[in-house]
């Protein structure tokens, strides 16, 4: 394994309510100096959760809301910060009642992803959730949220439709394909 630069200096360069950029000065092993510039910490120091919600062995929901990044309703998985005191798996229940109406009696961790390590510290992690029920829970989000499905046997068809665009819910998508695959359909663990 590599060693990694030494850290000459860190600052937090600019501020909003949601994001710090962090400037990073860093010397490589060999000699090369470079300024970096990141967004730094975890959006509430708890982190965040993705979940892929099975309806059955492939079909998936999708929800969709408004996106200020992209400036247009988006479909993706549900999502959402991990509160203060929830485990992951808590974290991503209570986020697919209130973002898709569904509660799950199985839920499990698959990974741990990235969206831009370049640039970003976060991570997600990707929860696979089976055996749904109905349950709402009223959440932040400033309207209702569309609800949509995609079957995973057909998910090289989803990168064409043009309300879904995020890399990081199709890889969750098809690792929660390949891990049923393997196992040959859903089970509990």
Same mark, same amino acid.
């Given at each position: 394994?590599?060693?990694? /630069? ?19 000065? $860093? ?5 090369? %100096? ?21 309806? =059955?062995?492939?079909? !998936? ?9 992209? =400036? ?8 959402? #910060? *991990?509160? /203060? ?10 986020? #697919? ?6 509660? !799950?009696?199985? +839920?499990?961790?698959?990974?741990? $992803?990235?969206?831009? /390590? ?13 055996? +749904? ?8 989000? /400033? %309207?209702?949220?569309? +609800? =949509? ?23 969750? +998508?098809? #690792?929660?394909?390949?891990? *049923? ?6 089970? !509990?663990?």
């Amino acid at each position: 394994m590599r060693e990694k /630069p030494t850290v000459l200096s860190r600052e937090i360069v600019a501020r909003s309510r949601l994001f710090a950029v962090e400037q990073l000065q $860093l010397k490589f092993t060999n000699g090369v %100096e470079r300024t970096y510039e990141r967004l730094a910490g975890k959006a509430n120091g708890y982190g965040a959760v993705m979940v892929v919600a099975l309806r =059955d062995a492939d079909t !998936a929901l999708l929800v969709e809301e408004y996106c200020a990044g992209t =400036d247009a309703y988006e479909l993706s998985l549900p999502k959402g #910060l *991990i509160e /203060p005191g929830e485990d992951v798996l808590d974290a991503a229940n209570r986020e #697919l009642k209130e973002e898709a109406g569904f509660g !799950a009696r199985h +839920l499990e961790h698959l990974t741990e $992803l990235s969206l831009s /390590p370049g640039y970003m510290s976060q991570r997600i992690q990707v929860v696979l959730a089976w055996d +749904l029920y109905e349950e709402k829970l009223p959440g932040d989000e /400033p %309207e209702p949220m569309g +609800l =949509d499905s995609v079957r995973l046997s057909q998910l090289s068809q989803l990168v064409s439709h043009p309300q879904f665009s995020e890399g990081r819910a199709l890889a969750a +998508l098809y #690792l929660a394909r390949d891990v *049923i695959a393997q196992r040959g359909g859903l089970h !509990a663990r």
